[in-house]
């Protein structure tokens, strides 16, 4: 371990619905920077999870015929085992009923409340249920909740209020002179224009009552109420962390960027900060923002029916041409497309033609030609050190664009690798090679420095295609690779192929894909 530390988490997903498109890309994303980070040597927590309380969970629950508590636990065994079926690498699955989740709440809101940061007030507004929360007018549009299109409820209240809005110049300070809290730029202007005077955006009303609400966490200091949902749900990301019990916690979050969508930069952007700041507590070290999807051109919704199951597409089409085409088709902060066409068209130009056919055609012609193990290269030419540079360059786009979420730019890094890979063994023509004795050498050479590359290309592809990575460095011969690498400088690294290896053919990486509809 380098000492460097890497805490991730997602958003806690309702258990109001099942996990869609939307709900994949951030947990997939965070698996990919969480993986990547491993295999830099790094400290790693990656946290996901589920929000089980508040007034939506309990509404679907009735509808159910459940009671809450048997309903949202029963739906969050659903979401953590498709993760697990996904093979995404958590470390925690936080559920908000978890009992140290429920101390760390009750233990933020006292903190708060000590600090004179909550007040009791009697309060009037529109109530959306959608959003958990009272609507400002800038959240309405013609009567209804601009995110939800309903109408929301008139209601009042007594309840409790934290006095968010007197932390709203320390943010915007905070916000100023740390740019990279708050990343892309376009949100961190998003937030700063919510708490500039006259947004509209003021104090925060954290309590239900409980005879309107009875499932959420008691606030500590008033048993007739619970937590609001939102109050409740962004402790997790702290309690997950270790707060305030576990000596380490503090490192841990220190290190702890949150990735959300666009759709959660409120809550996330000007609660969350202003809550630890009332509390005492450090900030988390950054916020990352990921645009939303659309499917087919329309908004993923129940009622379109086009939510995009990602088990069935594993089902349809294995899991990895799904990953790849959500990783590599949205770029990070900007919304995306899907459509189940343009995912099958990616996976055959790109996984099966240029990097499958990459792999096949040197491993066939290491069978043919050199036994099918590593051939011994003569010294380096031209062509071969354009292609070492490559891989170099490759490893250092990986990294830097990782480390700024530009998860799209780093897959198009490697698949620059691929084509410059492919453009060596065209331009190089083994097979005229092979057709000479004088030219054992330059025959040795090429193909010893194609499974070189692809040495690179399957340590780069790792944290975003596990499976196939894993595949493609064992037909290398190299089954242990990833226990033992180190990123990204192994995969710059050119030399580390020991001749002799033997290599093994093998079926196609990733098969063309066709089009299924029928399930
Ligand atoms: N429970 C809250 C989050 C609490 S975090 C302290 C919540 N849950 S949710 O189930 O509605 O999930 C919202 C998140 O799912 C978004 O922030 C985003 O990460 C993901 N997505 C849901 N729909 C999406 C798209 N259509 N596109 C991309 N991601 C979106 O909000």
Same mark, same amino acid.
């Given at each position: 371990?380098?000492?460097?530390?890497?805490?991730?988490?997602?958003?806690?997903?309702?258990?109001?619905?099942?996990?869609?498109?939307?709900?994949?890309?951030?947990?997939?994303?965070?698996?990919?920077?969480?993986?990547?980070?491993?295999?830099?040597?790094?400290?790693?927590?990656?946290?996901?999870?589920?929000?089980?309380?508040?007034?939506?969970?309990?509404?679907?629950?009735?509808?159910?015929?459940?009671?809450?508590?048997?309903?949202?636990?029963?739906?969050?065994?659903?979401?953590?085992?498709?993760?697990?079926?996904?093979?995404?690498?958590?470390?925690?699955?936080?559920?908000?009923?978890?009992?140290?989740?429920?101390?760390?709440?009750?233990?933020?809101?006292?903190?708060?409340?000590?600090?004179?940061?909550?007040?009791?007030?009697?309060?009037?507004?529109?109530?959306?249920?959608?959003?958990?929360?009272?609507?400002?007018?800038?959240?309405?549009?013609?009567?209804?909740?601009?995110?939800?299109?309903?109408?929301?409820?008139?209601?009042?209240?007594?309840?409790?209020?934290?006095?968010?809005?007197?932390?709203?110049?320390?943010?915007?300070?905070?916000?100023?002179?740390?740019?990279?809290?708050?990343?892309?730029?376009?949100?961190?202007?998003?937030?700063?224009?919510?708490?500039?005077?006259?947004?509209?955006?003021?104090?925060?009303?954290?309590?239900?009552?409980?005879?309107?609400?009875?499932?959420?966490?008691?606030?500590?200091?008033?048993?007739?109420?619970?937590?609001?949902?939102?109050?409740?749900?962004?402790?997790?990301?702290?309690?997950?962390?270790?707060?305030?019990?576990?000596?380490?916690?503090?490192?841990?979050?220190?290190?702890?960027?949150?990735?959300?969508?666009? +759709?959660?930069?409120?809550?996330?952007?000007?609660?969350?900060?202003?809550?630890?700041?009332?509390?005492?507590?450090?900030?988390?070290?950054?916020?990352?923002?990921?645009?939303?999807?659309?499917?087919?051109?329309?908004?993923?919704?129940?009622?379109?029916?086009?939510?995009?199951?990602?088990?069935?597409?594993?089902?349809?089409?294995?899991?990895?041409?799904?990953?790849?085409?959500?990783?590599?088709?949205?770029?990070?902060?900007?919304?995306?497309?899907?459509?189940? +066409?343009?995912?099958?068209?990616?996976?055959?130009?790109?996984?099966?033609?240029?990097?499958?056919?990459?792999?096949?055609?040197?491993?066939?012609?290491?069978?043919?030609?050199?036994?099918?193990?590593?051939?011994?290269?003569?010294?380096?030419?031209?062509?071969?050190?354009?292609?070492?540079?490559?891989?170099?360059?490759?490893?250092?786009?990986?990294?830097?664009?990782?480390?700024?979420?530009?998860?799209?730019?780093?897959?198009?890094?490697?698949?620059?690798?691929?084509?410059?890979?492919?453009?060596?063994?065209?331009?190089?023509?083994?097979?005229?090679?092979?057709?000479?004795?004088?030219?054992?050498?330059?025959?040795?050479?090429?193909?010893?420095?194609?499974?070189?590359?692809?040495?690179?290309?399957?340590?780069?592809?790792?944290?975003?295609?596990?499976?196939?990575?894993?595949?493609?460095?064992?037909?290398?011969?190299?089954?242990?690779?990833?226990?033992?690498?180190?990123?990204?400088?192994?995969?710059?690294?050119?030399?580390?192929?020991?001749?002799?290896?033997?290599?093994?053919?093998?079926?196609?990486?990733?098969?063309?894909?066709?089009?299924? +509809?029928?399930?």
């Amino acid at each position: 371990m380098s000492g460097k530390k890497f805490s991730l988490t997602t958003p806690i997903y309702y258990v109001n619905g099942l996990p869609h498109i939307g709900h994949s890309y951030s947990t997939i994303a965070a698996d990919a920077l969480a993986r990547y980070h491993r295999l830099a040597g790094e400290a790693v927590y990656f946290q996901t999870g589920a929000d089980l309380h508040g007034e939506k969970v309990q509404g679907a629950a009735e509808d159910a015929g459940e009671t809450p508590a048997h309903f949202a636990a029963r739906v969050s065994d659903i979401w953590q085992s498709t993760w697990d079926r996904l093979d995404i690498r958590y470390d925690r699955f936080i559920r908000t009923t978890d009992a140290d989740h429920r101390r760390a709440v009750a233990k933020i809101a006292n903190a708060i409340h000590d600090a004179g940061q909550i007040e009791f007030r009697e309060y009037e507004g529109l109530y959306c249920v959608g959003c958990e929360r009272f609507l400002t007018d800038r959240d309405t549009k013609d009567g209804l909740c601009r995110d939800h299109e309903t109408k929301p409820e008139a209601r009042r209240e007594a309840n409790y209020f934290f006095k968010m809005s007197e932390h709203f110049d320390w943010l915007a300070r905070e916000l100023e002179r740390h740019p990279e809290l708050i990343e892309p730029e376009r949100y961190r202007n998003e937030v700063l224009a919510m708490i500039r005077e006259g947004s509209g955006l003021e104090d925060l009303c954290i309590s239900r009552p409980k005879e309107r609400l009875s499932w959420g966490i008691e606030l500590p200091f008033d048993s007739n109420y619970v937590c609001y949902v939102w109050f409740d749900a962004l402790v997790n990301y702290l309690s997950g962390c270790g707060w305030p019990d576990k000596p380490d916690w503090e490192a841990r979050w220190r290190a702890c960027t949150h990735l959300i969508g666009k +759709d959660i930069l409120k809550p996330h952007g000007v609660f969350w900060p202003t809550m630890l700041h009332a509390a005492g507590l450090p900030l988390f070290r950054g916020l990352r923002v990921h645009g939303h999807w659309q499917v087919e051109a329309r908004k993923v919704s129940k009622s379109l029916g086009n939510m995009i199951d990602p088990l069935r597409m594993k089902a349809r089409y294995g899991f990895e041409p799904f990953r790849y085409f959500l990783l590599r088709e949205m770029s990070f902060g900007l919304d995306g497309s899907f459509n189940e +066409d343009a995912m099958i068209e990616r996976a055959n130009a790109q996984l099966s033609n240029a990097l499958g056919n990459l792999l096949s055609r040197t491993l066939n012609m290491t069978a043919r030609y050199c036994e099918g193990v590593v051939p011994e290269p003569d010294d380096d030419g031209p062509d071969e050190t354009v292609l070492r540079d490559a891989c170099a360059a490759a490893a250092t786009a990986v990294d830097h664009h990782l480390r700024r979420f530009e998860l799209h730019r780093a897959l198009e890094a490697v698949f620059q690798l691929v084509d410059a890979a492919n453009r060596y063994i065209d331009r190089r023509e083994p097979w005229k090679a092979a057709r000479t004795a004088a030219r054992a050498g330059e025959l040795r050479t090429t193909l010893a420095s194609a499974c070189r590359a692809l040495r690179s290309i399957g340590l780069l592809l790792a944290p975003f295609l596990p499976e196939a990575s894993a595949e493609l460095l064992r037909r290398l011969g190299l089954g242990d690779a990833l226990r033992n690498a180190r990123l990204p400088d192994d995969a710059a690294r050119w030399n580390m192929l020991i001749p002799g290896t033997p290599t093994s053919k093998g079926d196609a990486l990733f098969p063309r894909l066709e089009r299924q +509809d029928d399930d």
